[in-house]
């Protein structure tokens, strides 16, 4: 969806960086839908095979793509969108990124969630779920045709949203509960937002 995705690529790559952009994007998007508040995004070099110091530049656009996220998670209007290569670009192109996408993030939740496990509730455990086996569909890709358009499409908007169902109950729950503690600690809390 993105019309820089090949411009950022190459840039990763000039930088030594082999991941793409959209597993770094994906292991942005776990760390944010984590809940954990320390989870810091210049850290995503830790968690790339082999694990990197990562060049300014691409902290830059760590940094770029972190406040892009949270803008959207946030957002009313579910303008949250994963950051994979444009829609004419190639089918295996776009299911391989896809999958990149769905595997980044369940790393970067993973590596932040620090919750019990019996937090996320049986929807979260699904997506997540869900999310595993679609980083196992963009390996196995050498099959694919134009015709599976449709299904990349659907496969997409699943993610997308699960993402933001991931989000509003991890994280989203959480605001709202340290807004209300807020708000019975400093009764005046609520207006300084």
Not at 58 to 82: K, W
Request: proline share 5%; charged share 20%.
């Amino acid at each position: 969806m993105q019309p820089e995705y090949t411009i950022i690529t190459q840039l990763l790559a000039n930088n030594g960086i082999t991941s793409s952009a959209a597993e770094l994007h994906g292991l942005l998007t776990g760390l944010l839908c984590s809940g954990n508040v320390e989870a810091e995004p210049g850290d995503i070099g830790l968690l790339l095979e082999p694990p990197l110091q990562l060049p300014a530049i691409v902290q830059q656009l760590l940094e770029r793509f972190t406040a892009t996220a949270q803008e959207q998670l946030r957002s009313i209007d579910y303008s949250f969108q994963p950051y994979l290569p444009s829609d004419d670009s190639k089918i295996v192109e776009r299911v391989t990124a896809l999958g990149a996408w769905c595997d980044g993030f369940t790393v970067g939740f993973a590596a932040s969630y620090i919750r019990p496990e019996s937090k996320l509730g049986a929807e979260v455990s699904e997506i997540l779920t869900d999310f595993a086996q679609f980083a196992d569909v963009g390996e196995n890709q050498s099959d694919l045709s134009e015709q599976d358009e449709a299904d990349y499409m659907e496969l997409m908007e699943y993610v997308r949203m699960a993402t933001i169902t991931v989000y509003l109950h991890v994280v989203g729950v959480e605001v709202v509960k340290t807004e209300s503690e807020k708000s019975d600690e400093y009764p005046d809390a609520g207006f300084l937002h």
